[in-house]
T-cell receptor, first 116, second 113 residues
Framework: DGGITQSPKYLFRKEGQNVTLSCEQNLNHDAMYWYRQDPGQGLRLIYYSQIVNDFQKGDIAEGYSVSREKKESFPLTVTSAQKNPTAFYLC???????????????FGQGTRLTVV | GNSVTQMEGPVTLSEEAFLTINCTYTATGYPSLFWYVQYPGEGLQLLLKATKADDKGSNKGFEATYRKETTSFHLEKGSVQVSDSAVYFCALSGGTSYGKLTFGQGTILTVHP
């Protein structure tokens, strides 16, 4: 089945440590996104990538880093510089905007990160 | 820039009641509009979408009409069920940020038997 896989589902990190969240898609989508979800605040865009080897900062990129070495993969690293990393992280993918209007995003099941 | 505003929640209804969740947006150009649903502990699923003015998206008894004159995309359902309890997000793509989704803050819906 085609889809987006995020792992792990739950992740615990000690303060001062970096941690990497995995996101893999087999939908052959060009674009991939990372969102952060906090209670009552909706989703906020961290980083996005519209093509391999290229990515852009979203609205809350500070303390995060990404790479896009393969079309299928878009890992997110939460660094020790992120002041409040405890949140629910969602990865998404979509076709490129140039492929038509109504470019909908498909989401993974999310990773809940807790700093202990 | 783009923005989406949803009605403040949470919303609590009895089964078979009528549902409306208001959504208004700000965008330049001609955005596409979406409603996503999130069940507890899960990711988001696309519920419906509309890509141009006066389009009506519909799915599973839910409907929303793209109203450019009022910049709105309100979600409606005639008779809700307990299984509709979830968080609903209005979103848009295009305008000045084509390719990225801008989300509203989400509305928690609880349906009681």
């Amino acid at each position: 089945d085609g889809g987006i896989t995020q792992s792990p589902k739950y992740l615990f990190r000690k303060e001062g440590q970096n941690v990497t969240l995995s996101c893999e898609q087999n939908l052959n989508h060009d674009a991939m996104y990372w969102y952060r979800q906090d209670p009552g605040q909706g989703l906020r865009l961290i980083y996005y990538s519209q093509i391999v080897n290229d990515f852009q900062k979203g609205d809350i990129a500070e303390g995060y880093s990404v790479s896009r070495e393969k079309k299928e993969s878009f890992p997110l690293t939460v660094t020790s510089a992120q002041k409040n990393p405890t949140a629910f992280y969602l990865c998404a993918s979509s076709t490129s905007p140039g492929q038509g209007a109504g470019t909908e995003a498909f989401f993974g099941q999310g990773t809940r990160l807790t700093v202990v | 820039g783009n923005s989406v505003t949803q009605m403040e929640g949470p919303v609590t209804l009895s089964e078979e009641a009528f549902l409306t969740i208001n959504c208004t947006y700000t965008a330049t150009g001609y955005p596409s509009l979406f409603w996503y649903v999130q069940y507890p502990g899960e990711g988001l699923q696309l519920l419906l979408k509309a890509t141009k003015a006066d389009d009506k998206g519909s799915n599973k008894g839910f409907e929303a009409t793209y109203r450019k004159e009022t910049t709105s995309f309100h979600l409606e359902k005639g008779s809700v069920q307990v299984s509709d309890s979830a968080v609903y997000f209005c979103a848009l793509s295009g305008g000045t940020s084509y390719g990225k989704l801008t989300f509203g803050q989400g509305t928690i819906l609880t349906v009681h038997p």
